[in-house]
């Protein structure tokens, strides 16, 4: 694992938790059949993380209000769709 990914995966493990992350490298989403639940799971939760881009404390508070499903499904699609640079507020 290069430096970058070493990162990414830091940042990825502090706003979701280090097993969210492990299990969400452990599936593609291309696997997925996303439903219209699942779809606005990942609009609403990319969306609500990119309004408190800049807060990192409130993006924890809103990740740990989901549930463990919703959680793996949004840290899924960040890592497949190299959201980072959009809603983490410690990469620039």
């Known amino acids: 694992m290069n ?4 990162a990414l995966s830091n940042e990825l493990s502090r706003l979701f938790g280090q097993d969210i992350v492990e299990q969400a490298r452990l599936v593609d989403v291309v696997d997925l059949n996303l439903d219209d ?8 939760g990319i969306t609500r993380l990119k309004q408190k881009r ?9 990740v740990a209000t989901m549930e463990a499903g919703e959680k793996l499904l949004l840290c899924m699609w960040i890592i497949e769709m190299e959201l980072m640079d959009k809603i983490l507020t410690t990469r620039s």
């Open 3 to 6: 430096e970058e990914n070493d």
């Open 54 to 62: 800049g807060d990192f404390v409130a993006q924890q508070v809103m």
């Open 37 to 44: 639940r699942m779809t606005a799971c990942i609009t609403s």
